[in-house]
């Protein structure tokens, strides 16, 4: 689960978010709401699912699992000229990202983040 670091350019990205917290975590309703549609999105570049998550700068300072955040699950797009009814844009700053591939059960989920945020970014 070692991540490649990256300078990726800006992307464009098109998808439905919503705001959650790690005590009422439901990825699976977003990503639900997602899949279905998302051949609606004609303008993709790549077959590419890209899941996003946005905090606050403080959201990691006194931890609790009732912080929220943005959870986005989205595909990028040449442009943002045709973006489905009930569908959000974003635009992704260029700049160096830690990027961590995760393929597998959504049951196994929990554990890749547990790795990212009480071992990676610790150290």
Request: aromatic content about 16%; some cysteine; glycine content about 4%.
């Amino acid at each position: 689960m070692i991540p490649k670091i990256e300078t990726i350019n800006e992307k464009k990205l098109v998808g439905k978010r919503m705001t959650m917290c790690y005590a009422d975590y439901r990825i699976g309703e977003l990503w639900g709401s997602f899949m279905p549609r998302r051949k609606e999105i004609t303008n993709t570049l790549t077959n590419d699912l890209i899941s996003l998550v946005v905090y606050a700068p403080n959201h990691f300072i006194n931890f609790k699992s009732t912080n929220e955040f943005e959870r986005w699950a989205t595909v990028e797009v040449e442009n943002f000229n045709k973006v489905p009814d009930e569908m959000e844009t974003y635009n992704l700053s260029s700049g160096l990202y830690a990027v961590f591939n995760y393929k597998g059960m959504s049951s196994g989920a929990p554990y890749f983040f547990h790795y990212i945020y009480t071992e990676w970014v610790p150290n």
